[in-house]
């Protein structure tokens, strides 16, 4: 009987955890060619248990790094040292990372010095800034540097591999994960018999008679002026249109907190609430006419769900939302933030020639390509 190829999928956050789940359960379906293990960093303790449970998922190796006040010094060197015992005791052909966390880099780093292939899923994003988003276009560009397989969203993320003289036959282009994860999701929230506390809580909360605009925001680049810029702008576009609902689910990080509460605490049409699940900001995504963020994953999921993007960035690593006219950059200026806004919301024409169009993202089959591309 041939051997079965041992795969190790490596993640420590929320957002890796989600695009990751979908890839997990592809590999366990092929179980007669694949060993799949899991380990976890828990760069994010909660919020990636949260994720765990949704997709049914058990973590085989859990390092449990995160510790309070973490800093990128500590956790970078905590994650290839707690690495090595894992890859010494399953012993990988493969280890899987995803995208541009520390967890991302530390694992390709360390599984190259165990001596697998390593396979980065979402490769080839770049801004070409190492400062912006800090620091996440240094870790991607160092993983590309050690990874073996490079599975790439989109074609201009491919090309910006081959400009770095990686090999065209290790580069595959797959769609996002993540699209496959959101159609999991969306059809398992909206099931009769899932029950969930938080979506119960929020349909008592959201007023759906009324133009719901979704709102996320945590940077480390917006931290400071750019945090005071996007409240004001959100106060005035309440004041403007009445007729919408402002729903923020504010980081808890202190530097977004304090301006979030101070300046828009008090707005009867703007509602402050704690972090959502992934379940539960997949229910209120659906449900939105319209998402203001600085997110990279919302720009790739909301217009598989037919909703305009406006993205709190000067630059962004997903040119393809972009230049489809799925998302617009309006960066952290309140006029800019504040027009655009409402035009959509005033305008069905341009609201629809954004929200109508295809999502350059994929249809969600990339965890099926890249299983069948290792199953050869």
Not at 47 to 71: E, G, R, S, T
Not at 209 to 238: D, P, S, Y
Not at 295 to 314: C, F, N
Request: hydrophobic share 40%; net charge negative.
């Amino acid at each position: 009987m041939k051997e079965r190829k041992r795969i190790l999928i490596v993640f420590g956050t929320r957002p890796e955890a989600i695009k990751m789940a979908p890839l997990v359960k592809e590999f366990e379906k092929n179980s007669t060619s694949f060993e799949t293990k899991v380990c976890v960093t828990a760069q994010h303790r909660e919020m990636l248990d949260q994720v765990l449970n949704f997709f049914d998922i058990h973590a085989d190796y859990d390092l449990d790094l995160m510790k309070p006040n973490q800093n990128l010094y500590s956790l970078t060197s905590d994650i290839i040292s707690n690495l090595k015992p894992v890859l010494e005791d399953f012993k990988p052909d493969y280890v899987f990372v995803h995208g541009d966390t520390t967890t991302t880099m530390a694992t390709s780093i360390a599984g190259f010095y165990f001596g697998a292939q390593i396979c980065h899923v979402e490769a080839g994003l770049r801004t070409y800034n190492m400062q912006s988003p800090f620091p996440e276009e240094m870790n991607r560009t160092v993983t590309g540097v050690v990874t073996n397989i490079h599975f790439s969203p989109t074609l201009t993320s491919k090309q910006n591999l081959l400009l770095e003289n990686k090999k065209e036959a290790n580069i595959l282009v797959t769609g996002n994960t993540v699209i496959d994860a959101l159609l999991y999701s969306v059809k398992k929230v909206n099931s009769n018999n899932f029950i969930d506390k938080e979506i119960e809580g929020l349909k008592e909360l959201v007023e759906l008679n009324k133009k719901i605009i979704l709102v996320t925001g945590h940077r480390r680049e917006n931290h400071g002026q750019g945090f005071i810029n996007i409240c004001e702008a959100l106060k005035q576009i309440a004041i403007e249109y009445p007729d919408c609902q402002i729903i923020y689910p504010v980081h808890l990080n202190p530097n977004v907190q304090k301006p979030v509460y101070e300046l828009l605490g008090n707005i009867e049409n703007i509602k402050l609430i704690s972090p959502l699940s992934y379940p539960s900001f997949v229910w209120l995504m659906e449900k939105s006419y319209l998402i203001i963020t600085d997110s990279g994953g919302v720009q790739e999921e909301a217009p598989s769900l037919g909703k305009p993007v406006l993205v709190m960035r000067e630059t962004t690593e997903r040119p393809e939302a972009v230049e489809a006219g799925t998302v617009l950059l309006v960066g952290t200026n309140p006029s800019k933030i504040i027009y655009e806004a409402l035009r959509l919301l005033k305008d069905k024409e341009v609201y629809n020639s954004m929200s109508m169009l295809h999502n350059p993202y994929g249809d969600g089959s990339a965890c099926k390509q890249i299983v069948n591309h290792l199953l050869g």
